[in-house]
C-alpha cells in the first residue's frame, strides 16, 4: 500500500498501540497534522509548550509502562523539547519524539527554523535519527519504539524532514522488523556468577537490599518481597524506588540518601553486604564515595552493563533483567532469621524517628509535612497517583507520603526538573483515567509550566494540584541558610494570587492556611467535577531534615535540632511527643512564622529577630559525625 511519509507515520503508531499522543504544530510538521485528521482513534493532546508535551509523554510512561509518544515542529518546537528529553533520560523513561525537520534540500543551510536538533540531542537519547526519505519511516519508527523499551527504556527522537512527510512510499509493517544486531538488550550473567551471589547472600551477618525504580520497570515487587523475607534482609528504597515495595512492609525501611531516614543511611553504614536491585548509586544516594559502605561486599544487578563499577565498585555482577535474575537466585537464597540485625536496625530506628519526624499537636501553623500526611491520610485507600515536582516539597513528599503501589509515585529524579509535575501528572491522567492524580508541587516549579492548565481546561481533565507555596524557591534557600549564611540570593519568590489563576482557566481555586482546614479541603476536591488548584500557604523557612550535605558521609547527616518540632500527623492532636518539654512547644508557638495572608504578593523573609534560631552548619556538622 502507498501512502505518503505522514500517513505512515500514523500507521505505525496505531500498530505500536499509541491511543494518545502530546504535542504541538508548526511548519515543518504540517503534514504530518494534516494526516492525522485521518486518524481518529488516536487522540492528540494540543499542549501548551512542547517541553509540556515530552514530560506528558514522560508521565504517560511512568504510569503506565508504555511508551509515550510527543510531537512538535523544528526549530524553537525541537529544542523546547530538550529538557523532557534530558529529564526522560535520566530517569530511563521510554518515550518517542516526532520532530518535523526543514525540506531535505535546505538541510545545512540555515533555513527559516532549522535546528541539528540529533546534534542537540544526541548525548540526551538513547538514541535518535533523521529520516529523510519516506520509505525509511516505518522501518525507524519501529526501532525507536523498540528501542525505547527494551533493555533500560529510555528516549528515542525521529527527526522527519518535510519533503519525507510529503512524499509517498511502500508501506509493509511487517518487512520493517526491528534488525538490530550490534544492540544487545539481552546479556545474561554467568552461572559462576550467580553462584559467588548466592554465597555471598547466605553467609551475610548484616545485608541490606537497595532497592530502585529498575524494580518498578521490571515488575520485580513479588521477588524482592520473597527475596527480602525469606532471608531476612531489610530494604532501602531510592527516590525512584519508592512504590516499590509497599510503604507499609515491615521489611521496607525506607528512603536512603541525601534526604533519606537517618535509619536507614545507618544501615547501609554498617552492612555487611549490598544487594543493589536495578539502582545506579547516584550521587545523592551514597554520599561520600570514599566511605560508602565501608564494610559491606557489593551485588549489583543491572540491565545496563556501563553502571556496574561506574560510581561504586562492586563484588559480584548480574547483568540482566530483574525478574530473570531473580528467579534465578531465589530458588538458592536459604532462610534465615538474622535476628541480631533486625534488633540493631529497630534501635537506629527508634532514635531517629524521635529525632527527625516527631509528633506534636497542631500549633494553628501549616507545615509543608502536615500538608503531605493528610492527603496521604485522605488518599491512601484510593488507587492514587501523585506526581511530585523538585524541592522541598519533593522530599517532604518522599517523607510524609507513603506509596503502597508500584508507579504511584512519579517524580524526576536524576535531573530534577522544575516544571516536570503539572505536564506529568496530565500524561499520567492519561495513562490512568481510572487513578485519582495528585499533583504536588511547589509555587517555583508550578509557575515554570502552569500554562497546562489551559491543556487541563481544553482537556476536561480532573486532576487535583497542592501548591506548597512557601513564597521561596525553598531548596535553594535551605542551601543558602545551611551553607551561604542565610544570604537569600534571589530565592525569595513572587506568585500570582493562584486562586484566581486556576479560576482564569476556569478551574477552581482553593486556598488553605490552617491545618485543620486539610482534609476537608482534600476531601472536597473529590466532589467536585473539574480540577481543584490547592494553594496551600505553608511555613516560609521551613527545612527537610535529615540532610546529608553534598558530598558528605551518608551518616553525616544534619538532624532536626531537637527544639525544632515538627507537627506528624492529623490523627495526633491529642498526642504528646514523649519527651516534648513545653518550652521547645511554646518557642514554636511564639517564634514559628504563620504564612502572612499577604506573603504571595510580598515574597518576605522575615527580619531576623523573628526566625526561629537555627545552627549553624559547622555546629551541626561537628554534631552529627560526633
Ligand atoms: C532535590 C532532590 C533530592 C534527591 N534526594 C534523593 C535522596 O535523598 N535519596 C534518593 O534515593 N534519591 C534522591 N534523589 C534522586 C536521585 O537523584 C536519583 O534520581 C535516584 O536516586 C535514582 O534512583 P534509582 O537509581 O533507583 O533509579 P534510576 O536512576 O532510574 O536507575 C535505575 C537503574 O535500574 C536499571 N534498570 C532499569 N530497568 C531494569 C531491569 N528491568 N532490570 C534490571 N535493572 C534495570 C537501570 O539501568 C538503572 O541503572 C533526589 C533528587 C532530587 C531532585
Ligand atoms: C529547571 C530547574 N531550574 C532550577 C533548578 C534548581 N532548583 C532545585 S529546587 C529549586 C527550588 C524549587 O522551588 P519551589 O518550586 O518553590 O519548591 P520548594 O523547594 O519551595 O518546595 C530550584 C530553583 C531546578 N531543579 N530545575
Ligand atoms: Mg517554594
Given at each position: 500500500?502507498?501512502?505518503?511519509?505522514?500517513?505512515?507515520?500514523?500507521?505505525?503508531?496505531?500498530?505500536?498501540?499509541?491511543?494518545?499522543?502530546?504535542?504541538?504544530?508548526?511548519?515543518?510538521?504540517?503534514?504530518?497534522?494534516?494526516?492525522?485528521?485521518?486518524?481518529?482513534?488516536?487522540?492528540?493532546?494540543?499542549?501548551?509548550?512542547?517541553?509540556?508535551?515530552?514530560?506528558?509523554?514522560?508521565?504517560?510512561?511512568?504510569?503506565?509502562?508504555?511508551?509515550?509518544?510527543?510531537?512538535?515542529?523544528?526549530?524553537?518546537?525541537?529544542?523546547?523539547?530538550?529538557?523532557?528529553?534530558?529529564?526522560?533520560?535520566?530517569?530511563?523513561?521510554?518515550?518517542?519524539?516526532?520532530?518535523?525537520?526543514?525540506?531535505?534540500?535546505?538541510?545545512?543551510?540555515?533555513?527559516?527554523?532549522?535546528?541539528?536538533?540529533?546534534?542537540?540531542?544526541?548525548?540526551?537519547?538513547?538514541?535518535?535519527?533523521?529520516?529523510?526519505?519516506?520509505?525509511?519511516?516505518?522501518?525507524?519508527?519501529?526501532?525507536?519504539?523498540?528501542?525505547?523499551?527494551?533493555?533500560?527504556?529510555?528516549?528515542?527522537?525521529?527527526?522527519?524532514?518535510?519533503?519525507?512527510?510529503?512524499?509517498?512510499?511502500?508501506?509493509?509493517?511487517?518487512?520493517?522488523?526491528?534488525?538490530?544486531?550490534?544492540?544487545?538488550?539481552?546479556?545474561?550473567?554467568?552461572?559462576?556468577?550467580?553462584?559467588?551471589?548466592?554465597?555471598?547472600?547466605?553467609?551475610?551477618?548484616?545485608?541490606?537490599?537497595?532497592?530502585?525504580?529498575?524494580?518498578?520497570?521490571?515488575?520485580?515487587?513479588?521477588?524482592?518481597?520473597?527475596?527480602?523475607?525469606?532471608?531476612?534482609?531489610?530494604?532501602?528504597?531510592?527516590?525512584?524506588?519508592?512504590?516499590?515495595?509497599?510503604?507499609?512492609?515491615?521489611?521496607?525501611?525506607?528512603?536512603?540518601?541525601?534526604?533519606?531516614?537517618?535509619?536507614?543511611?545507618?544501615?547501609?553504614?554498617?552492612?555487611?553486604?549490598?544487594?543493589?536491585?536495578?539502582?545506579?548509586?547516584?550521587?545523592?544516594?551514597?554520599?561520600?564515595?570514599?566511605?560508602?559502605?565501608?564494610?559491606?561486599?557489593?551485588?549489583?544487578?543491572?540491565?545496563?552493563?556501563?553502571?556496574?563499577?561506574?560510581?561504586?565498585?562492586?563484588?559480584?555482577?548480574?547483568?540482566?533483567?530483574?525478574?530473570?535474575?531473580?528467579?534465578?537466585?531465589?530458588?538458592?537464597?536459604?532462610?534465615?532469621?538474622?535476628?541480631?540485625?533486625?534488633?540493631?536496625?529497630?534501635?537506629?530506628?527508634?532514635?531517629?524517628?524521635?529525632?527527625?519526624?516527631?509528633?506534636?499537636?497542631?500549633?494553628?501553623?501549616?507545615?509543608?509535612?502536615?500538608?503531605?500526611?493528610?492527603?496521604?491520610?485522605?488518599?491512601?485507600?484510593?488507587?492514587?497517583?501523585?506526581?511530585?515536582?523538585?524541592?522541598?516539597?519533593?522530599?517532604?513528599?518522599?517523607?510524609?507520603?507513603?506509596?503502597?503501589?508500584?508507579?504511584?509515585?512519579?517524580?524526576?529524579?536524576?535531573?530534577?526538573?522544575?516544571?516536570?509535575?503539572?505536564?506529568?501528572?496530565?500524561?499520567?491522567?492519561?495513562?490512568?483515567?481510572?487513578?485519582?492524580?495528585?499533583?504536588?508541587?511547589?509555587?517555583?516549579?508550578f509557575?515554570?509550566?502552569s500554562?497546562?492548565l489551559?491543556?487541563?481546561?481544553?482537556?476536561?481533565?480532573?486532576?487535583?494540584?497542592?501548591?506548597?507555596?512557601?513564597?521561596?524557591?525553598?531548596?535553594?534557600?535551605?542551601?543558602?541558610?545551611?551553607?551561604?549564611?542565610?544570604?537569600?540570593?534571589?530565592?525569595?519568590?513572587?506568585g500570582p494570587d493562584f486562586v484566581k489563576l486556576a479560576e482564569a482557566y476556569?478551574l477552581?481555586g482553593?486556598?488553605?492556611?490552617?491545618?485543620?482546614?486539610?482534609?476537608?479541603?482534600?476531601?472536597?476536591?473529590?466532589?467536585?467535577?473539574?480540577?481543584?488548584v490547592?494553594d496551600?500557604?505553608?511555613?516560609?523557612?521551613?527545612?527537610?531534615?535529615?540532610?546529608?550535605?553534598?558530598?558528605?558521609?551518608?551518616?553525616?547527616?544534619?538532624?532536626?535540632?531537637?527544639?525544632?518540632?515538627?507537627?506528624?500527623?492529623?490523627?495526633?492532636?491529642?498526642?504528646?511527643?514523649?519527651?516534648?518539654?513545653?518550652?521547645?512547644?511554646?518557642?514554636?508557638?511564639?517564634?514559628?512564622?504563620?504564612?502572612?495572608?499577604?506573603?504571595?504578593?510580598?515574597?518576605?523573609?522575615?527580619?531576623?529577630?523573628?526566625?526561629?534560631?537555627?545552627?549553624?552548619?559547622?555546629?551541626?556538622?561537628?554534631?552529627?559525625?560526633?
Open positions: 500500500m502507498k501512502l505518503t511519509g505522514a500517513e505512515i507515520i500514523w500507521e505505525c503508531l496505531i500498530r505500536e498501540g499509541v491511543d494518545v499522543v502530546f504535542g504541538y504544530p508548526g511548519g515543518a510538521i504540517l503534514p504530518t497534522y494534516d494526516a492525522m485528521t485521518k486518524y481518529p482513534q488516536i487522540h492528540h493532546v494540543l499542549t501548551r509548550h512542547e517541553q509540556g508535551a515530552t514530560h506528558m509523554a514522560d508521565g504517560y510512561a511512568r504510569a503506565s509502562g508504555k511508551v509515550g509518544v510527543a510531537i512538535a515542529t523544528s526549530g524553537p518546537g525541537a529544542t523546547n523539547m530538550v529538557t523532557g528529553i534530558a529529564t526522560a533520560m535520566m530517569d530511563s523513561s521510554p518515550i518517542v519524539c516526532i520532530t518535523g525537520q526543514v525540506g531535505s534540500r535546505a538541510l545545512g543551510t540555515d533555513a527559516f527554523q532549522e535546528t541539528d536538533v540529533t546534534g542537540v540531542t544526541l548525548p540526551v537519547t538513547k538514541h535518535n535519527y533523521l529520516v529523510t526519505r519516506a520509505s525509511d519511516v516505518a522501518r525507524v519508527l519501529r526501532e525507536a519504539f523498540y528501542l525505547a523499551r527494551s533493555g533500560r527504556p529510555g528516549p528515542v527522537l525521529v527527526d522527519i524532514t518535510k519533503d519525507a512527510q510529503q512524499s509517498t512510499a511502500e508501506f509493509d509493517w511487517e518487512a520493517v522488523a526491528p534488525r538490530l544486531p550490534g544492540y544487545r538488550p539481552d546479556l545474561r550473567a554467568l552461572p559462576s556468577e550467580y553462584a559467588r551471589a548466592v554465597e555471598l547472600i547466605n553467609s551475610a551477618q548484616r545485608p541490606v537490599i537497595l532497592c530502585g525504580q529498575g524494580v518498578i520497570k521490571a515488575g520485580a515487587t513479588e521477588q524482592v518481597l520473597e527475596l527480602a523475607q525469606t532471608a531476612r534482609v531489610p530494604i532501602a528504597v531510592t527516590l525512584l524506588g519508592i512504590g516499590a515495595v509497599p510503604a507499609s512492609s515491615p521489611l521496607n525501611l525506607g528512603m536512603m540518601g541525601m534526604h533519606g531516614e537517618a535509619w536507614v543511611n545507618q544501615a547501609i553504614q554498617q552492612a555487611d553486604l549490598l544487594i543493589a536491585l536495578g539502582m545506579r548509586f547516584d550521587d545523592r544516594v551514597t554520599g561520600n564515595l570514599k566511605t560508602y559502605a565501608p564494610h559491606a561486599k557489593k551485588i549489583h544487578v543491572e540491565i545496563d552493563p556501563s553502571e556496574v563499577n561506574k560510581n561504586v565498585p562492586v563484588d559480584v555482577a548480574l547483568i540482566g533483567d530483574l525478574r530473570d535474575v531473580l528467579d534465578e537466585v531465589l530458588p538458592r537464597v536459604r532462610a534465615a532469621e538474622r535476628a541480631d540485625w533486625w534488633t540493631k536496625i529497630a534501635a537506629m530506628k527508634g532514635d531517629s524517628a524521635v529525632r527527625d519526624i516527631q509528633a506534636l499537636p497542631d500549633n494553628g501553623h501549616l507545615y509543608a509535612a502536615h500538608v503531605i500526611n493528610d492527603l496521604w491520610r485522605a488518599t491512601k485507600d484510593r488507587d492514587t497517583i501523585v506526581v511530585t515536582d523538585v524541592g522541598q516539597h519533593q522530599m517532604w513528599e518522599a517523607q510524609y507520603y507513603r506509596h503502597e503501589q508500584p508507579r504511584s509515585l512519579i517524580t524526576s529524579g536524576g535531573l530534577g526538573t522544575m516544571g516536570f509535575a503539572l505536564p506529568a501528572a496530565i500524561g499520567a491522567k492519561f495513562a490512568c483515567p481510572e487513578k485519582e492524580v495528585w499533583v504536588v508541587v511547589g509555587d517555583g516549579g509557575q515554570m509550566t500554562c497546562e489551559a491543556t487541563i481546561a481544553q482537556e476536561k481533565l480532573k486532576l487535583n494540584v497542592a501548591i506548597i507555596n512557601n513564597a521561596f524557591l525553598g531548596m535553594v534557600r535551605q542551601w543558602q541558610e545551611f551553607f551561604y549564611d542565610k544570604r537569600y540570593a534571589a530565592t525569595p519568590l513572587l476556569g477552581k482553593v486556598r488553605v492556611t490552617r491545618r485543620r482546614e486539610v482534609t476537608d479541603a482534600v476531601e472536597d476536591a473529590r466532589v467536585e467535577g473539574g480540577t481543584v490547592f496551600f500557604r505553608v511555613e516560609q523557612e521551613e527545612s527537610v531534615f535529615p540532610m546529608v550535605p553534598a558530598g558528605a558521609d551518608l551518616d553525616a547527616m544534619i538532624r532536626r535540632p531537637k527544639r525544632d518540632v515538627l507537627v506528624e500527623t492529623g490523627a495526633d492532636t491529642e498526642w504528646q511527643m514523649p519527651g516534648a518539654d513545653s518550652a521547645a512547644v511554646s518557642e514554636l508557638t511564639l517564634t514559628g512564622a504563620p504564612a502572612p495572608a499577604a506573603a504571595q504578593l510580598r515574597p518576605s523573609v522575615q527580619p531576623a529577630a523573628k526566625r526561629r534560631p537555627r545552627v549553624r552548619l559547622r555546629r551541626k556538622l561537628a554534631k552529627a559525625s560526633r
